[in-house]
């Protein structure tokens, strides 16, 4: 582990205690990449403005989340037949608890995809994370066991990467790749199950009868429509829009399915009034306006009336983008590009090559500046220019890492498939 001087630790709990800004889901507070803080660093390297870095057991796809004075990520060992949530110490990088759910079964996915690939999420005061097919569980901050749900066997030969989000009271999932997809809520205090909504799957979860690949790796997002808070979630072949209440489907929209496969990777990425949603696998994407229609104000199939534009074949997305004013500016997976439109009518803006690599990460936003990371663990720093790509920082670990950072009291915290970063001043 890095070391750094006493007087450095003192400055980073001294800060520490003063600020409290949470990160407690993918993708920040708000599930949208958008992140308030200030002072955030701008450049970093191996031995450059890191606090501290811890060593990971093993590679996972999944992201950090920070509480208070704790960093949580999600890992697993032996074939994912010990699936584990660690605590770390934000001030000195220890680890503080491991907790490790034992599972008989080896299930199948991909090299790029370790079993570990989901981040946890939290209301402040309890950790919530989904193991695929060994449960939803709930722990304390310090890490006792509060309660677990077995959701059924979720097979999939790419294995499966949707994050848990925590909406008021309930803890959402959605339940997937597999024979059995749904999306479903479960009461934060006790686990027990309120509602669940089954999404039908042309085929049998892996691939679809013509034998093209199928699935859905997207975390939902909660999102005010019409005044009232609705979960946006990704599916296969189109984006719903449920009622958090009850799972009652207030509208969906056709159209992410494609000659490729129909694949849902990457979260809807918000704009005023509309959202944009990316397939997988150089599938379709697409802009919806978000709510129903004249004709249908409340509920049902507003695909007819809704879409904003429609492409049959983009370059692969994994990583979510961010809407800036008129602009989406996206991370593709694919080939190592970063790329600008205008978001409401899909027109491609800019297009650079400048990051060097693919990105499975997802773009933040804080302090006016762009931060995505590659999967050779740098990550650019960039301002939202439609003009051009307008580069600050390349800033460089050298690790190889498909996971989205998280910002916390001017501090950045990177997972790679070898260690837990913390960087800051």
Request: aromatic share 10%; net charge neutral.
């Amino acid at each position: 582990m890095h070391r750094t001087p006493l007087g450095s630790w003192c400055f980073v709990l001294i800060a520490a205690l003063l600020m409290g800004a949470d990160w407690p889901m993918f993708r920040g507070p708000h599930n949208d990449g958008m992140s308030s803080e200030t002072n955030v660093p701008l450049e970093w390297g191996k031995d450059k403005n890191i606090v501290w870095r811890a060593k990971l057991p093993g590679p996972g796809n999944g992201s950090p989340i920070v509480i208070g004075q704790r960093v949580f990520v999600v890992g697993a060992r032996d074939e994912g037949q010990k699936r584990e949530l660690y605590c770390f110490d934000r001030a000195s990088g220890r680890q503080q608890w491991a907790r490790t759910v034992a599972f008989d079964k080896i299930m199948p996915t991909h090299r790029t995809n370790p079993h570990g690939a989901t981040t946890p999420a939290s209301d402040g005061k309890r950790i919530v994370v989904w193991h695929g097919s060994a449960g939803l569980f709930c722990y304390d901050l310090d890490g006792n066991e509060q309660w677990k749900v077995d959701l059924g066997e979720f097979r999939h030969q790419w294995g499966y990467a949707a994050s848990p989000i925590i909406a008021g009271d309930r803890v959402i999932q959605n339940c997937a790749p597999g024979k059995r997809t749904f999306v479903a809520a479960f009461d934060l205090n006790s686990g027990s199950e309120l509602w669940r909504t089954e999404e039908p799957i042309d085929g049998d979860g892996d691939k679809r009868p013509d034998g093209a690949p199928m699935g859905t790796w997207s975390t939902p997002m909660v999102v005010k429509i019409d005044g009232r808070d609705q979960i946006l979630c990704a599916h296969p072949t189109r984006l719903v829009a449920y009622d958090p209440a009850d799972g009652r489907i207030i509208w969906y929209c056709q159209g992410l399915r494609s000659k490729k496969g129909d694949l849902a990777y990457s979260s809807p990425v918000l704009g005023d009034g509309f959202c944009v949603i990316l397939g997988g696998y150089n599938g379709a994407g697409m802009a919806v306006k978000l709510g129903g229609s004249a004709e249908h104000p409340a509920s049902g199939d507003v695909t007819a009336t809704n879409v904003l534009w429609r492409k049959e074949r983009i370059p692969q997305s994994i990583g979510s983008g961010v809407i800036v004013g008129d602009y989406l500016y996206v991370p593709d997976a694919g080939p190592e590009t970063i790329r600008c439109l205008v978001a409401r009518t899909g027109e491609d803006v800019w297009t650079t090559r400048e990051s060097g690599g693919n990105h499975w990460g997802s773009i933040l936003l804080a302090e006016d500046r762009m931060y995505v990371t590659n999967q050779e663990g740098t990550t650019l720093v960039f301002r939202p220019n439609p003009q051009k790509f307008d580069l600050l920082a390349r800033n460089e670990l050298g690790e190889h890492t498909n996971a989205t950072p998280a910002i916390s009291d001017g501090q950045i915290f990177i997972r790679t498939y070898e260690n837990l970063y913390c960087i800051g001043r």
